[in-house]
T-cell receptor, first 114, second 113 residues
Framework: AQTVTQSQPEMSVQEAETVTLSCTYDTSENNYYLFWYKQPPSRQMILVIRQEAYKQQNATENRFSVNFQKAAKSFSLKISDSQLGDTAMYFC???????????FGKGTLLTVNP | DVKVTQSSRYLVKRTGEKVFLECVQDMDHENMFWYRQDPGLGLRLIYFSYDVKMKEKGDIPEGYSVSREKKERFSLILESASTNQTSMYLC????????????FGDGTRLSIL
């Protein structure tokens, strides 16, 4: 069975600062994918970033980057230069090997304050 | 851009009613998914479909069924709605080639009275 744990139910950050959201996971698969999804208030869930487990290089998308520690089964999301529009629920998710079902964490509600 | 459309943003039904939630995607994706989202529980998979007429139970299928007669449409059915099925329901679709990520609809907030 796959599990995803987000230990921070809520976080806040000042505009323009950097914040890191934590995620740990467990899977018996050797090949798997990790994702961060963002769900703004009353809006659609969208993909922020994804990481393929066999790639050692950490994924980066503009102000969003991950710190993927495979041995520690850790997958944190760093948001640089936080903007008000980054206020959202963030979900960490895992899909393992040929099993394309996503297992989600419970989410972290991030608030960016002006 | 991928478009996943759910038929209703808000829906109110009564206990015991048969409820249909519809989801349509326009990108010829093979896989489609239904989740429910509850505060503090994240997203939980109800059912998913590999392809047309193919379906598999997710983690919480009890009280639900699904139908996928056409590739673009995936329906979630609450056979006899109960108050504990009040929730946000999210549909997603995904292309198999390249192990693409899932794309989500806007969600349907369903209230069972």
């Amino acid at each position: 069975a796959q599990t995803v744990t987000q230990s921070q139910p809520e976080m806040s950050v000042q505009e323009a600062e950097t914040v890191t959201l934590s995620c740990t996971y467990d899977t018996s698969e050797n090949n798997y994918y990790l994702f961060w999804y963002k769900q703004p208030p009353s809006r659609q869930m969208i993909l922020v970033i994804r990481q393929e487990a066999y790639k050692q290089q950490n994924a980066t998308e503009n102000r969003f980057s991950v710190n993927f520690q495979k041995a520690a089964k850790s997958f944190s999301l760093k948001i640089s230069d936080s903007q008000l529009g980054d206020t959202a629920m963030y979900f960490c998710a895992l899909s393992g090997g040929s099993n394309y079902k996503l297992t989600f964490g419970k989410g972290t509600l991030l608030t960016v304050n002006p | 851009d991928v478009k996943v459309t759910q038929s209703s943003r808000y829906l109110v039904k009564r206990t015991g009613e048969k409820v249909f939630l519809e989801c349509v995607q326009d990108m010829d994706h093979e896989n489609m998914f239904w989740y429910r989202q509850d505060p503090g529980l994240g997203l939980r998979l109800i059912y998913f479909s590999y392809d047309v007429k193919m379906k598999e139970k997710g983690d919480i299928p009890e009280g639900y069924s699904v139908s996928r007669e056409k590739k673009e449409r995936f329906s979630l059915i609450l056979e006899s709605a109960s108050t504990n099925q009040t929730s946000m329901y999210l549909c997603a679709s995904r292309m198999v080639l390249g192990n693409q990520p899932q794309h989500f609809g806007d969600g349907t907030r369903l209230s069972i009275l």
